[in-house]
């Protein structure tokens, strides 16, 4: 069976960091783009960044330009999301999720509250 | 940017019934439109992509159709385990953009 599961979620002061992972099993993700997508409470979705399957090429949303970057280890079979200078509008549900063209396989995701 | 517009943003149905999302680019989107159900608490589900062609495992009363700038979901005879919120995303261009959502309820 295809997995993919967050982790790194939490409760984090605003200006702060988190790295989230995406770890998957059943599937080889190098030949995958890789995509986070959150949704903030009682929201809906908002794609949030894109890493090609090399690695070579990455995406962002306005919204986390310069604080976020997504990141992958073919070798690990994981993803990461490194979030910097946390603001309170990022509380969100993170989603890893598979796919270039269409997005098949989702994770269960990890929450993110950045409140004091 | 390409916007998306979905309507209705809810939409109250019964068992049985025919429904229709309507999702409308603010510009062509080559057909890379994809069509996703929710639950709550849950990750989305890929429903449709391209547009129109039907994801793996999902029933056939699930359809996509449309081109250019609007497209639309059809379930055809709605049931129970379909009470959910649908989302459409262009996956065309960056930024990827999804829908506002469609609430689907009795």
């Known amino acids: 069976e295809v997995q993919l599961v967050e982790s790194g979620g939490g409760l984090v002061q605003p200006g702060g960091s988190l790295r989230l992972s995406c770890a998957a099993s059943?599937?080889?993700?190098?030949?995958?783009?890789m995509n986070w997508v959150r949704q903030a409470p009682g929201k809906g979705l908002e794609w949030v960044s894109t890493?090609?399957?090399?690695?070579?090429?990455?995406y962002n949303a306005d919204s986390v330009k310069g604080r976020f970057t997504i990141s992958r280890d073919n070798t690990k079979n994981t993803v990461y999301l490194q979030m910097n200078s946390l603001r309170a509008e990022d509380t969100a549900v993170y989603y890893c999720?598979?796919?270039?063209?269409?997005?098949?396989?989702w994770g269960k995701g990890t929450t993110v509250t950045v409140s004091s | 940017d390409i916007q998306l517009t979905q309507s209705p943003s809810f939409l109250s149905a019964s068992v049985g019934d025919r429904v229709t999302i309507t999702c409308r680019a603010s510009?062509?989107?080559?057909?890379?439109l994809a069509w996703y159900q929710q639950k709550p608490g849950k990750a989305p589900k890929l429903l449709i992509y391209?547009?129109?062609t039907l994801q793996s495992g999902v029933p056939s009363r699930f359809s996509g159709s449309g081109s250019g700038t609007e497209f639309t979901l059809t379930i055809s005879s709605l049931q129970p385990e379909d009470f959910a919120t649908y989302y459409c995303?262009?996956?065309?261009?960056?930024?990827?953009?999804f829908g506002g959502g469609t609430k689907v309820e009795i």
């Open positions: 999720v598979k796919g270039r063209y269409y997005m098949d396989v």
């Open positions: 890493v090609s399957g090399s690695g070579g090429r990455t």
């Open positions: 391209a547009a129109s």
């Open positions: 510009q062509g989107t080559d057909n890379y």
């Open positions: 995303q262009q996956l065309n261009n960056y930024p990827l953009t």
């Open positions: 059943g599937l080889s993700l190098r030949s995958y783009a």
